[in-house]
């Protein structure tokens, strides 16, 4: 009795991170080349106009039943590029997932952000991350450093681009410490960030503060709450008042 043979079939096995890792590289691309087309005709705030352009990260997240995405490009000088003050510039794009095979610009902020996160370096991909402000709304956190003559900072800022335009909503101090400095009036407190449900659409901002300020110490945690413009602290936030 004649069998026909069995067919083998190749098993094709798609990775999802080599799939991610794709879709984040052609984001990146256009993003990109958004730039580029932008820079011919409108200064980046830089005398040197010789500019390259650098991705510098993908986020992938949903606001409500939407899939969207986040792409980071980071504009600098090519040449004497030097200045501590003058960190690269951050441009923001937001892409929508419109079926299983298209992804659309739906929202794009050039020249969206710019804070000191050491010589010439914008902040690593891994000091930024997609949040969510409320279900349906999503912001970027960004995360930057700071270090001279003995002192250390870290900021946190949260930008966010809707149909009006792009606004950072919240920016404070996250730590600050001396102990490069000699002094013996310490200062060296650090602290902790929840978003929480709250009052209204937007989540709440719990901050935990803890250290010591001119060598008094503290321990307390503060809200910041959503204003329809930016968040405002429920109360004194005692490190913020300087």
């Not at 040449?79 to 659309?104: G, I, M, Q």
């Not at 956190?141 to 270090?147: E, F, H, Q």
């Amino acid at each position: 009795v004649y069998r026909e043979p069995k067919k083998i079939v190749p098993a094709y096995r798609t990775s999802q991170i080599d799939s991610t890792h794709t879709l984040s590289h052609l984001l990146e691309q256009d993003a990109r080349k958004q730039v580029v087309a932008y820079a011919r005709s409108n200064p980046m705030g830089f005398s040197n106009r010789n500019l390259k352009h650098k991705p510098e990260g993908v986020y992938f997240s949903r606001e409500g039943e939407q899939d969207i995405a986040w792409v980071v490009i980071a504009s600098s000088p090519r040449k004497n590029f030097e200045c501590h003050a003058c960190v690269p510039v951050l441009s923001l794009f937001v892409y929508h997932k419109e079926d299983a095979r298209t992804w659309k610009l739906k929202k794009y902020a050039y020249k969206a952000f710019q804070g000191g996160s050491g010589w010439d370096n914008p902040p690593g991909r891994d000091n930024m991350a997609l949040v969510h402000l409320s279900p349906s709304q999503c912001a970027l956190a960004i995360r930057t450093g700071y270090a001279n003559m003995g002192w250390g900072m870290d900021y946190y800022n949260l930008v966010k681009i809707d149909d009006t335009g792009v606004y950072t909503v919240f920016s404070t101090t996250l730590h600050e410490e001396n102990g490069g400095t000699g002094s013996t009036v310490r200062t060296n407190w650090k602290s902790s960030l929840q978003l929480k449900p709250g009052a209204g659409q937007y989540y709440d901002i719990h901050l935990h503060r803890q250290g010591i300020i001119k060598n008094k110490s503290f321990d307390y945690t503060i809200v910041y709450r959503y204003n329809k413009v930016r968040y405002a602290p429920l109360g004194l936030d005692m490190v913020m008042q300087k």
